[in-house]
């Protein structure tokens, strides 16, 4: 997914967090784990060796996140914006290196055998439809619809 599908996709996740009765500045933490994942793709000289999608995608980045909410609850948020963000790429035409590097096979959701190139026009839908999901999943699992 494009940067803009990420950004808002964070945000519509926030706000459910927030309708959860999550405070606002923890729940921010949503959208700033769902960017984090492609800190690695800034074109500087470490991060474009081939590390994208692999170095901060996988799961054991998430897991590491999820630990440390044990001592600092907020960053629970932070590996919920982090999944998110993986979900939406798994959607898109590349694949994503979830086992990375334990497995070099990435892995992607290709709907009818096609995914969403990044450039296309439908990108930005398709993540936006992606996270109302994973939003309304969060919801119904909380306990605050349905």
Do not use: C
């Amino acid at each position: 997914m494009n940067q803009k599908a990420h950004i808002t996709g964070g945000i519509l996740l926030a706000a459910a967090v927030m309708i959860a009765g999550i405070p606002p500045l923890t729940a921010s933490f949503v959208v700033f784990g769902g960017m984090f994942n492609d800190v690695d793709h800034v074109d500087i000289p470490l991060s474009s060796q081939g590390v994208h999608r692999k170095l901060l995608h996988n799961i054991y980045v998430i897991g590491l996140f999820l630990a440390l909410s044990i001592k600092y609850p907020p960053l629970f948020y932070w590996a919920l914006g982090m999944f998110l963000h993986n979900v939406m790429d798994m959607f898109s035409g590349a694949p994503v290196y979830l086992l990375w590097p334990i497995s070099h096979e990435g892995e992607h959701i290709g709907v009818g055998g096609w995914g969403v190139p990044n450039k296309s026009i439908f990108s930005f839908p398709v993540g936006v439809v992606i996270a109302v999901l994973f939003s309304t999943a969060y919801l119904v699992a909380t306990g605050h619809l349905g």
